[in-house]
T-cell receptor, first 113, second 116 residues
Framework: AQTVTQSQPEMSVQEAETVTLSCTYD???????LFWYKQPPSRQMILVIR??????QNATENRFSVNFQKAAKSFSLKISDSQLGDTAMYFC??????????FGAGTILRVKS | EAGVVQSPRYKIIEKKQPVAFWCNPI?????LYWYRQNLGQGPELLIR????????DSQLPKDRFSAERLKGVDSTLKIQPAELGDSAVYLC??????????????FGEGSRLTVL
């Protein structure tokens, strides 16, 4: 069974600084997707960024980028120029093609002014 | 475009009582999911629908949980009777056909259940 591990229960960062959230996963598959979802307090979860395993290039979305290390089964999220609105729970998630999404336990990120 | 709508947002009940949650997915989304999110944990899939067919309900505790998606649009998740351990946030999500295969799900705000 696939597992997703987020080893940082909580993180803090000063506004405008950079923070990296860690994620590791376990799978025997070669083709899959990895995701970071954001869940702000009392608001719905939204997709932040997605990485397809067959692509070597790391995905980027504005201030969000990932460091995908397939051999190490590592998938970290870097948030640059952190903003107060980035405060949320961040979930790393894994999915085999056409299968169900498996989430990690989440990392609470607090951006401080 | 309206997002995924869930109700109620909050529900407090005594154990052994029934409870139902309703979800209206994004228009045109064929796939609908119900997830349960326990405090401090990530969401776990309970059931997935393709149109009106439940294609993955392996994690749904069928002794007390039931779900339906009549006409392939709205869905209802029911718990009867509720137990203390059912306290959680119940999330509904939907995706279009391509999103089902690529993991792009659109979530509602969730229904927070407290069982006393």
């Amino acid at each position: 069974a696939q597992t997703v591990t987020q080893s940082q229960p909580e993180m803090s960062v000063q506004e405008a600084e950079t923070v990296t959230l860690s994620c590791t996963y376990d799978t025997s598959e070669n083709n899959y997707y990895l995701f970071w979802y954001k869940q702000p307090p009392s608001r719905q979860m939204i997709l932040v960024i997605r990485q397809e395993a067959y692509k070597q290039q790391n995905a980027t979305e504005n201030r969000f980028s990932v460091n995908f290390q397939k051999a190490a089964k590592s998938f970290s999220l870097k948030i640059s120029d952190s903003q107060l609105g980035d405060t949320a729970m961040y979930f790393c998630a894994f999915m085999e093609y056409g299968n169900k999404l498996v989430f990690g336990a989440g990392t609470i990120l607090r951006v401080k002014s | 475009e309206a997002g995924v709508v869930q109700s109620p947002r909050y529900k407090i009940i005594e154990k052994k009582q029934p409870v139902a949650f309703w979800c209206n997915p994004i228009s045109g989304h064929n796939t609908l999911y119900w997830y349960r999110q326990n405090l401090g944990q990530g969401p776990e899939l309970l059931i997935r629908y393709e149109n009106e067919e439940a294609v993955d309900d392996s994690q749904l505790p069928k002794d007390r949980f039931s779900a339906e998606r009549l006409k392939g649009v709205d869905s209802t998740l029911k718990i009867q009777p509720a137990e203390l351990g059912d306290s959680a946030v119940y999330l509904c999500a939907s995706s279009h056909r391509a999103g089902r295969n690529t993991g792009e799900l659109f979530f509602g705000e969730g229904s927070r259940l407290t069982v006393l």
